[in-house]
């Protein structure tokens, strides 16, 4: 082919017009907002010179109404790349053209790489800036939109998605990265809601802001939509990143092994004295992950919502593991209903991504409470026992302390399914706490007592030395073994290796009915 | 009756002094632990470790005075020392000590009341002739009035709004010829602000030096002082750095003010080691603040300067015993600098950092003394004093001392917390304090930089959070990551996956 002749000059004259779409005026337009271009978001998250384009010269379709500004690509870019190394699938909304809005071309393309990436069996990965459904296209784009959910939950389980909201989303865009795995946002930038502010003041005649309503704040404390969130686009990218590299590329793979320095052996004395001999001062629960996994390094998810439990993602001797852990600094390291719902849907992904689920657990109890039990604490806790029960991966608890009532038995207790169960000496195993149990069965004695606070004294001491302890579970089996916490480390890395090829043979069903 | 053991009612780095001297007298020390900070170094140097019975109220363990002196009878021991701080100054505490036959090593209750009462203190002070800061007694309203009391006290006087606080409503008063109008601005900006016109007029002292001088008596009637402390060198009334002695004053001013000090202890029969306090403005006239009725935070300039140890002394006292030394025997030689150590942040106003010392390097040389209660995996809490460390200097001269000061911060490296190390390097390099020209306004107005920086510490701080970074990104990506472990499963498992799905 002659460089310069006719032929090649239609495409690189198209190549040309391609260009001129990204103006100087439009870049500056979206930098000035604190926002990065659809293309440099592309170019931050894949290996440098990996990414390919597809479908860029796909073209808006006509429309007879309003205005109509055709463009190439339609407003999104699609294609593939390396991510540390590996094959992921990306869709890129961009806000300048169009106001990112979804026509019918636009989630034709997006609804083309998902499928692609599922017969791949790679990440998903979407990056949303989008103004919503392009009006003027009317219901093609609402259809559009179905389209996209509808491929998104046949990914789910299969293939890892990934949403990134780094702009708005608004109406029906905010239930696709609902549907995906994981969802990120970027302080300040972003917004997701179903219905806006205008709507909001018509309807209901509140004032509310876009950040107050559905900002990255409210989503990572309140509503617990968002599971990450970062201060710029450059970390929440890097954020993207660094949680891929835990995850395996679909459902039939493990996930990715890092060397590690961190010895498979290491004794960690600091463990003795993390619990205090108080039973009711409280501690930092993620000091203990700390001092537990490769290098100290833990991924937290869900950060500022629900904080009683802390999920996260770490390494125990260069494999990926799921951590849930209660947290005693926060009402006690009580289960709730948003945390039940947190840890749930958090044990449902590693169940179905090959990844080994290790639970922490010190928690005196379901939250007591007129709030709870209206607000359907029992379905929302049975989330939680349904996730644990149902899950396949390897499953090890360790109780540092209070493993208290139906809270027991909810966390991946043996009978439950739990394949190794451990305790520290300081657990504390029973129907009740000893306050609580005291004061039902000797009632009437300390009542009729002449020094009550004494003889209570007393009884709860005895009721921790003869019930509320770990060897009365030890000794019936019901935990495999009580160990020194210093070797916390070095049972989780020896039985989850032994644990390795675990296989569980599941009932022939559609699928079974979660407590949703 | 004499000292054979001794309850110290303190922490940290002061009761580590304390119990140093106890070890050096023969005198079995006790230390009590709270649950506030059950590791603490100073519990492993004592005798004897007390735990502090369990609590049910809100007093915090140091200052619960039915408790402690509880704690001291139940273990027989025979005295008690205070330390600074908590219950140093409490004549009541003193009194309890001394109803259950407890020695308490310190002044006797009255002199702790009587010094305590600022009122009463500069009654005392007025009436054996110790000059003081003149003032008006009750808030003034008309100009007439104010004019009289300000021709009283002489020039330059400051007006105070009475219902003031900070300083709104201030105003300073050079010469009588500009009261009419400050005082018509004064007054008028107390009524806008605390809608009370009303204002008290003071003697203004500008940019005075803060002075101090150690006292010490005995139960026979015996007084001297020890020399004075300059402690000028303050942000919001609390000392960062003192030295001793003080450039201000020559033998024939230390003469003087040392006798006003011992009048004024002698008024109150005072005994064991005591502090009285000056301002002393830019004319050498000095005026007499308050007096401190304990041993305080920087008694070991004046320890480093005269070669004595002022702890045995309060043991001594407290046991009975004369003052050792005359007057004429006390011999300041050469010059001392202590620098304060605190867990605070300088870069946000100094406010106060918790967390764990990581890792802490003391450094250790001639004519350098650490007082501290800190070591690796202290952990600094909410619950007392952000003071960790002090960090005291001998030399022959003051040049000396501050080149001694600066090496020894040079090599004090505590890591996991921020301290006060940088500030300290900071005001010893500075020019004007080196000249020893110093006021109790000195960090406002002549340091300009808070903290002392080395000339590349920025580009240095830049270099590493970039290879720290890099590393992380490392660490998280590519390289480390091996996919072919995730994906070549034995066929165990992978058929089984296979026909699960």
Known sequence: MDKNGKVFKKFTDRKELYKQQFSKENIEKQHSKGKLTARERIDLLFDSGTFEEIDSFVTSSDVKFGKTSKSYGDGVITGYGKISGRLAFVFSQDFTIMGGSLGTKHSSKIVKIQEMALKMGAPMIGLIDSGGARIQEGVASLAGYALIFSRNVRASGVIPQISVILGPAAGGAVYSPALTDFVFMTAKTSYMFVTGPDVVREVLNQEVTFEDLGGASVHSKKSGVADFVFEDEENTLLGVKRLLSYFPSNNLENAPYVETDDSADRIEERLRDVVPDDPNKSYDIKEVIKLIVDNGKFFEVSENYSQNIVICFARLNGHSIGIIANQPKFLAGTLDINSSRKAARFIRFCDAFNIPIVTLEDVPGFLPGIDQEHNGIITNGAKLLYAYADATVPKITVILRKAYGGAFCVMNCRHLGGDFNFAWPTAEIAVMGPDGAVAILYKKEIAESKDPVKLKKELVQKYRDEIANPYIAEERGYLDEVIDPAYTRIKLIRSLAALENKHVNTPQRKHGNVPL | ?501
């Open chain 2, 1 to 501: 009756m004499s000292i054979k053991s001794l309850l110290i009612a303190n922490r940290g780095e002061i009761a580590i002094r304390i119990i140093s001297t106890a070890k050096k007298m023969g005198i079995k020390s006790y230390v009590i632990k709270t649950t506030k900070e059950p590791n603490e170094t100073y519990l492993q140097m004592a005798d004897e470790v007390i735990e502090f019975p369990a609590k049910h109220d809100e007093i915090p363990e140091f200052l619960d005075i039915e408790s402690i002196i509880l704690i001291a009878k139940k273990h027989k021991i025979n005295a008690i020392h205070p330390g600074y701080g908590f219950l140093a100054e409490n004549p009541y505490f003193a009194k309890r000590c001394e109803e259950q036959g407890i020695i308490f090593i310190g002044p006797s209750p009255d002199a702790i009341y009587k010094m305590g009462n600022k009122t009463i203190a500069k009654q005392i002070a007025g009436k054996h002739n110790i000059p003081l800061l003149k003032g008006s007694v009750e808030s003034i309203k008309s100009f007439t009035e104010a004019e009289r009391i300000a021709e009283k006290i002489g020039y330059p006087v400051i007006l105070k709004a009475a219902a003031g606080v900070g300083g709104r409503g201030m105003r300073i008063v050079e010469k009588s010829s500009e009261m009419a109008k400050l005082f018509k601005l004064a007054t008028s900006e107390a009524q806008k602000a605390f809608n009370d016109s009303s204002v008290f007029i003071e003697k203004y002292v500008r940019n005075p030096r803060h002075i101090e001088f150690q006292i010490f008596g005995d139960k026979h009637g015996n007084v001297i002082h020890l020399g004075e402390r300059e402690c000028s060198i303050q942000r919001k009334h609390q000392k960062l750095l003192e030295e001793a002695p003080s450039v201000a004053i020559d033998d024939t001013l230390r003469k003087k003010m040392g006798e006003e000090a011992v009048k004024i202890a002698k008024a109150v029969n005072y005994y064991s080691a005591g502090t009285v306090e000056f301002l002393l403005d830019s004319e050498k006239k000095y005026f007499f603040m308050e007096m401190n009725t304990r041993i305080q935070v920087e008694h070991p300039v004046t320890e480093m300067v005269t070669g004595l140890d002022l702890i045995e002394w309060q043991i001594r006292i407290a046991n009975g015993e004369k003052l050792p030394l005359k007057q004429n025997e006390v011999k300041i030689n050469g010059w001392s600098i202590e620098c304060r150590i605190n867990a605070e942040d300088v870069q946000s106003n100094f406010s106060p950092f918790l967390g764990t010392i990581k890792n802490i390097s003391i450094p250790r040389s001639k004519n350098v003394r650490i007082d501290t209660g800190i070591r690796e995996g202290t952990e600094i809490t909410p619950y007392f004093d952000s003071m960790i460390a002090k960090l005291i200097v001998h030399g022959e001269n003051r040049e000396l001392a501050i080149e001694t000061a600066l090496n020894a911060l040079q090599k004090f490296k505590i890591k996991g917390i921020k301290t006060t190390i940088p500030f300290c390097k900071a005001v010893l390099n500075n020019k004007a304090f080196r000249l020893g020209k110093l006021n109790t306004s000195f960090i406002e107005n002549e340091l300009k930089e808070l903290y002392f920086q080395e000339p590349d510490e920025e580009l240095m701080a830049a270099l590493f959070v970039i290879y720290s970074h890099a590393k992380e990104l490392k660490s998280e990506t590519a390289a480390v990551l091996n996919y072919d472990k995730g994906k070549h499963l034995t066929p165990w498992v992978l058929n089984k996956r296979i026909k699960s799905l």
